[in-house]
């Protein structure tokens, strides 16, 4: 089989709000072959900037389209979807979003040849099995604790095994984080896992995230995600070096290839590296840092924030990890996200999330939401048109 197409589909909420919800937004990708085979996959990424990525003009001999790398290419077997990975990073490793352009176009890849060949993706990766992992419900923190503790009482009356809190007004003010969190416990009970999301918001600075500590410590907080940026591997493993009870590190969902992630989990110092197959390069290599992190004592999360079909994506790379039982399972999605899969993975009554033994991603997408949400495109250089939306037929 070739490459014949790769078509993007950016869908929207009529509205977007200006808070940390990334289901308000979606970018799909559609990759064909010559054989009709057909697979999905989702970006997580600006949807328009990554439209560029695909189809901007070379700049210079290593800042091509990823395009450039992907059309007319074979994809007949695993291997070949690795080789693309190498072939767009060599020819486009000045073009910053290549890695979340091509992050779509590799899943679908993977979607492709997992309906080709009847097997599900996590098995094409190199899993002989998949393990089934704990939903923890993941949320905003509400504006008030008093909004919090509903929020958090919702969760424990859903059946939930573990919730995490973010964003939102954390991280500003101190009485009033200590606030939060306590709501969230108290709300949860005593035996729901409690994960606490900072969202990067103190930079670098240590001493704001250790002002925070005794309150997790308290509310036997299992981590704190994201306190710092990706790049401050200094002021991560500065924190976790203070850390001596339960509570750990998390990070990594910024991680836009297997370098930044390998670097958080050797030099900052993690107990939990969250990886994004939407930013990484796709599902191959956020399964090399599956490995990597089993290798080395650490525990693989995966970060998904969108639609059901980025959920099934995140699931793929640590399907057949034991140890790494924790899975993020967004809560407060938009209409458009919650609407636009079927076979979209649930928790089950013990509030598990077991992975489909489906061809590919497992998943089949609804028209009717794509149409209703979905926003054309043009792309014009000089009068010419470079991308248009293609048709869902």
Not at 100 to 112: K, M, Y
Not at 152 to 176: C, D, E, M, Q, T
Not at 272 to 289: H, N, P, W
């Amino acid at each position: 089989m070739k490459i014949e197409s790769v078509d993007f589909f950016y869908l929207s909420m009529p509205e977007v709000l200006d808070i940390g919800d990334g289901s308000q937004d979606a970018l799909l990708v559609r990759v064909r072959t010559n054989t009709g085979a057909e697979g999905w996959g989702e970006c997580e990424s600006s949807p328009l900037t990554s439209i560029a990525g695909w189809c901007t003009p070379m700049s210079h001999s290593a800042c091509k389209p990823v395009s450039h790398s992907v059309l007319g290419k074979p994809v007949d077997e695993p291997s070949d979807i690795r080789r693309l990975t190498s072939e767009v990073r060599r020819n486009s490793f000045d073009l910053l979003q290549a890695d979340h352009t091509f992050s779509g176009v590799e899943i679908a890849l993977w979607d492709l040849l997992g309906r080709h060949l009847e097997q599900p993706a996590w098995k094409l990766l190199g899993w002989n099995r998949s393990f089934p992992k704990v939903a923890y419900a993941s949320q905003l923190f509400g504006d008030t604790p008093e909004q919090t503790y509903q929020k958090a009482v919702g969760v424990r009356s859903k059946g939930f095994r573990a919730a995490k809190f973010g964003w939102g007004p954390f991280g500003i003010n101190l009485a009033a984080d200590e606030a939060q969190v306590r709501a969230a416990r108290e709300g949860l009970g005593p035996h729901i896992e409690l994960m606490v999301d900072a969202g990067t918001i103190w930079g670098e600075d240590v001493a704001q995230a250790r002002l925070r500590v005794p309150v997790l410590e308290e509310c036997r907080v299992t981590w704190l995600e994201e306190p710092f940026v990706s790049g401050a591997l200094k002021a991560y493993r500065e924190l976790g070096k203070g850390l001596t009870g339960k509570l750990r590190t998390a990070g990594g969902e910024g991680a836009h290839d297997p370098f930044v992630a390998r670097n958080l989990m050797d030099f900052g110092g993690l107990g939990f590296v969250q990886i994004d197959a939407g930013r990484i390069g796709g599902l191959e290599s956020a399964y090399s840092i599956a490995r990597y992190a089993q290798a080395h004592d650490i525990r693989y999360v995966n970060h998904t924030f969108t639609t059901p079909l980025a959920l099934s994506a995140s699931l793929q790379p640590y399907a057949g990890l034991e140890n790494s039982v924790y899975c993020e399972y967004p809560t407060e999605a938009s209409a458009m996200a919650r609407n636009l899969t079927t076979h979209s993975p649930v928790p089950d009554d013990d509030g598990m999330v077991r992975i489909s033994d489906l061809p590919g991603l497992g998943m089949t997408l609804r028209k009717e939401t794509l149409l209703k949400y979905l926003r054309t495109v043009e792309i014009r250089l000089s009068g010419k048109l470079i991308h248009q939306t293609a048709s869902l037929d």
